[in-house]
């Protein structure tokens, strides 16, 4: 089976995404891969006990792939929302 690949609305807007997820995620303590942002992840997952892999994961529960999903989205709203505060600080 194929791996649905999630788009931004603004698919010029990937690249930047990308590298705040690594700036994130760097600044948790996550080693990061420069080539595959998608890899911390797997980093996330092992720490949360997640047993996700590469490919297909279709056995994954709904909690499980959100314990990995929340962790790293919800440090990136987090440092928007900061950003976001900052540049209305100014």
């Known amino acids: 089976m194929a ?12 690249q930047a995404l990308d590298l705040l997820k690594n700036q994130v995620m760097k600044n948790k303590g ?15 997952a092992n720490e949360v006990g997640v047993p996700l892999q590469k490919g297909y994961n279709g056995s994954l529960t709904s909690k499980e792939a959100g314990k990995v999903g929340g962790e790293i989205g919800g440090n990136m709203v987090k440092e928007l929302v900061r ?5 209305m600080r100014k």
């Open 83 to 87: 950003m976001a505060q900052e540049q």
């Open 30 to 44: 996550y080693p990061i891969d420069q080539e595959n942002p998608d890899h911390v992840k797997y980093e996330v």
């Open 3 to 14: 791996r649905r690949k999630r788009r931004p609305l603004v698919p010029e807007s990937r």
